[in-house]
């Protein structure tokens, strides 16, 4: 059966249902918890009389349930530290950055400093929202967390976690491998990769060994070896917990690692929907317009294919360009020895410490870098739109494309 997915959270849900005065036990409200009331957040501030009141969302309630409370009454010691930590900081920024803090005669706030907490409130549940959705989703056991001091930008409308290739109608990214290795203890004589003609990509410690341009085959379902078998990393997913970030250089999202990595480590996987290079010059032509980059082709033996991670895709979508990058990309092949469509995957290509922004090259193409000196090769539709370059590396080109 066909069936629409709600898009609308519980919270929400279960305001119409206060407003209507109905139960619904799927999303908390019974007949004992019509009326219970828990601060979602705060909304205002006054004094009067000499002791202070806020304004308070009850979570669950429609905003026109919102009351003024004393201090006294309110058990939510971090919801007001937030709130007053959001009003320093709408205040501080006519300072110059320098915090400014309410005289004890200011009896209620302005309506721009009570827009501002309230939006940040929002923004703040809503982030929580998609980090809970982010991990819910991922397939691997590293956390991913969000984070944004900059400006009030909540989640992405339109973007959906996806933790493998989606493929486009008529594109079958699973070749229907029925073989696989037979070692004991890989890597063997008759190893994937050597039978693919090609040497393990890895070393001892689980580190990437090969040259950029090389691909990587690791074992797969078929394989008579177990997971703890050293020549299955990628397929893993990545072991770091990461951090999506809002940049304060007009960069939009960026991902930052919360742990240190070593060099040649993998980091993660770009994935997102598989298109035919048709439609993928068709969809370029719309991301140029936008100042947007997301697709990726799978040029390793031919350019039928291309990833679209805009929609569709990972922590990768939000990893940003640099001239400079620490990630670097190479070819894998698990499950689908097709080479007209590998896996990409990001390894490290030093040591990255933690809280250090993730990059990688969007020109890069295996092991060749195109510079700026390659733009007369561009057909005239891309030489048309250039994408001014924000990574601020000391050998910057200047441009994206």
């Not at 009141?53 to 905003?63: A, D, F, M």
């Not at 009570?114 to 819910?136: M, S």
């Not at 304060?248 to 960026?254: A, L």
């Amino acid at each position: 059966a066909w069936y629409v997915p709600c898009l609308a959270s519980h919270e929400t849900l279960q305001e119409l249902c206060r407003k209507e005065n109905l139960t619904c036990k799927s999303i908390g409200i019974t007949n004992r918890s019509l009326k219970s009331y828990e601060v979602e957040y705060l909304c205002d501030y006054k004094v009067e009389e000499g002791k202070a009141y806020y304004l308070v969302k009850w979570k669950g309630w429609p905003e026109s349930s919102n009351t003024w409370e004393p201090r006294k009454h309110l058990n939510c010691p971090l919801l007001i530290q937030n709130f007053l930590r959001d009003k320093n900081e709408y205040l501080s920024r006519g300072r110059g950055g320098k915090a400014m803090k309410l005289r004890n005669h200011v009896k209620t706030l302005k309506p721009a400093i009570a827009d501002y907490v309230v939006k940040k409130a929002k923004q703040r549940i809503a982030l929580q929202r998609w980090t809970e959705e982010l991990n819910r989703k991922k397939n691997h056991k590293a956390m991913i967390l969000v984070e944004n001091t900059v400006d009030l930008e909540g989640p992405p409308l339109d973007f959906y976690y996806i933790n493998e290739y989606k493929p486009a109608p008529g594109i079958n990214v699973l070749n229907g491998i029925t073989t696989g290795c037979e070692c004991a203890d890989c890597p063997a004589e008759k190893c994937c990769p050597k039978e693919a003609g090609f040497i393990l990509a890895y070393n001892k410690r689980k580190k990437l060994k090969i040259q950029p341009g090389l691909p990587i085959y690791e074992c797969n379902s078929y394989c008579r070896c177990g997971p703890d078998c050293p020549n299955r990393i990628v397929q893993k997913g990545t072991p770091y917990s990461l951090c999506i970030f809002r940049t304060n250089n007009g960069r939009g999202w960026g991902v930052k690692t919360l742990q240190k990595i070593k060099t040649n480590s993998f980091v993660m996987e770009y994935v997102g929907e598989v298109i035919t290079s048709e439609e993928a010059e068709r969809r370029g032509q719309f991301y140029d317009n936008q100042g947007n980059t997301y697709l990726f082709d799978l040029d390793y033996d031919s350019d039928e294919f291309t990833v679209d991670a805009a929609r569709y895709g990972n922590v990768s979508h939000f990893v940003n360009h640099s001239c400079d990058p620490n990630l670097q990309v190479f070819n894998v092949f698990i499950d689908n020895l097709d080479l007209r469509l590998p896996r990409i995957a990001l390894f490290s290509t030093r040591t990255i410490k933690a809280g250090e922004e993730l990059t990688f090259d969007y020109q890069m193409k295996g092991s060749i870098d195109l510079t700026s000196d390659s733009a007369e090769d561009l057909s005239p539709s891309k030489k048309s739109i250039r994408t001014v370059c924000k990574c601020g590396a000391m050998c910057c080109r200047g441009y994206l494309n």
